[in-house]
């Protein structure tokens, strides 16, 4: 993404002041931090944080986005700045396509396609052979929004079973659960997906697209990004399932890293920083891009996604969305 | 790209430089600050810089490493760790 700034990641709870014009971070244990507000891109808090009208104001005139996850660990809300990149033009084309069934259909099913192809990628692509055909023909006979969700819903249902095979016991997901998430392995891929939210919710709000209007999910859904949701999909297995793999493959996981109790799980403060720091170091990694010819961070193909979908409205550009080329 | 800020001011100025360079590098000594900059932000930087200094008594000196890359850091005696995105 354009700039040199990074993004900060709160794990433990604290209080953000303002202080000489930019940011200082108090912690109950240990001194004061301070932040150069020009490095600041946006916030990601996964704890409970303090912050004031000042703070908001300096955030503001910095364009700084502040993500917050609940104790829980999923999506709790954003403090976004005010628009900066404002077109009517794009927002009208958006609406436009999205009011129109066999377009915002057609940009469904890509998407549906393309997050089955990426879990297949991820998880075992023999096992899922048989799944993923089932899919392909229930994709081509959907009509409607609910159909296609329906038949997400079963290939991932059928993918969930085929990733508890290769997963240790304690981080079974057996059926995924979430609000709260029943289990460790639940409340690893909760956390995870709750970040690549923030992430993608930051993407789109550099383009002029509207966060609310999709095409995939209900756009009558309160209170939620719904676009956010649509393009988060096919970036979830990348992350989520295929960190949760390797971690546990890796032996890095451990059960101190969660706080189980009787049907429900949350991370520990250990288990957070360590996700944390898998995806924030995940975000960074670079791929060789074919179209570009450049190398790309996978942040960067968060937005250029959301970039995808500015033309597919603007320009009618076929939307293809991504898919795990490597 | 990289850059290492080291100033030596007037006592009197020492407050203005040293909130200024808050607002751009993380403090990791009394006068020593360090961290990423684009190219576009060190000119500002540069710029506001020479409005609060006596460019005939005081001087800042900047390290920048080539883009891409951060010097290796070594840590002698008490140091302040270096800087972090997580928190």
Redesign the interface.
């Known amino acids: 993404m354009p700039?040199?700034a990074?993004?900060?990641?709160?794990?433990?709870s604290?209080r953000i002041r303002r202080?000489?014009?930019?940011l200082r971070?108090e912690?109950p244990e240990g001194a004061p931090?301070?932040?150069?507000?020009?490095?600041v891109r946006d916030i990601v808090a996964c704890e409970a944080v303090d912050l004031n009208t000042s703070v908001i104001s300096l955030l503001n005139q910095h364009r700084i986005n502040v993500h917050f996850l609940s104790h829980y660990g999923d999506y709790a809300g954003s403090l976004l700045t005010a628009d900066t990149s404002v077109s009517g033009q794009t927002v009208i084309a958006q609406v436009g396509l999205a009011a129109d069934q066999t377009a915002s259909l057609e940009i469904a099913r890509a998407i549906v396609a393309s997050t089955a192809v990426n879990v297949r990628r991820v998880v075992d692509r023999r096992l899922l052979n048989r799944p993923m055909a089932v899919l392909e023909a229930s994709i081509a006979d959907a009509t409607t929004r609910e159909q296609l969700m329906g038949a997400e819903g079963t290939f991932r249902r059928s993918a969930w079973a085929v990733l508890d095979t290769r997963l240790p016991d304690w981080l079974r997901l057996d059926g995924r659960s979430r609000r709260p998430p029943r289990n460790a392995g639940n409340a690893f891929i909760s956390y995870v997906n709750g970040i690549i939210y923030a992430r993608m919710l930051s993407a789109i709000r550099l383009t002029p697209l509207h966060t609310g209007v999709a095409f995939l999910h209900s756009t009558m859904e309160r209170q939620r990004h719904s676009l956010v949701l649509d393009l988060a999909e096919v970036f979830k297995p990348l992350f989520a399932e295929r960190l949760l793999l390797r971690l546990a493959g890796r032996g890095q996981l451990k059960p101190a890293h969660f706080e189980t109790d009787v049907n429900q799980a949350m991370l520990s403060e250990t288990g957070r920083?360590l996700i944390?720091?898998t995806v924030?170091d995940e975000l960074a990694v670079t791929i060789q891009h074919r179209s570009l010819g450049r190398n790309v961070a996978y942040d960067e193909l968060l937005y250029l996604e959301a970039l995808q979908l500015t033309r597919r409205c603007l320009e009618g550009t076929p939307y293809k969305p991504f898919r795990i080329w490597w | 790209m990289y850059v290492v800020v080291v100033y030596d001011t007037l006592a009197k100025r020492n407050a203005a430089i040293l909130r200024l360079c808050r607002q751009y590098l993380h403090h990791v000594q009394r006068s020593v600050f360090e961290g990423a900059l684009s190219p576009a932000q060190l000119k500002r930087f540069r710029h506001r810089v020479e409005e609060v200094i006596d460019q005939s008594y005081d001087s800042v000196l900047v390290f920048t490493f080539p883009p891409g890359t951060s010097p290796e850091r070594h840590e002698w005696g008490v140091a302040q760790p270096a800087p972090t995105d997580i928190l």
Request: aromatic fraction near 8%; charge should be positive; hydrophobic fraction near 30%.
């Open positions: 700039t040199a990074r993004t900060y990641w709160l794990t433990t604290c202080k000489d014009q930019s971070i912690r931090v301070h932040i150069p507000v020009t490095d920083k944390v720091q924030r």
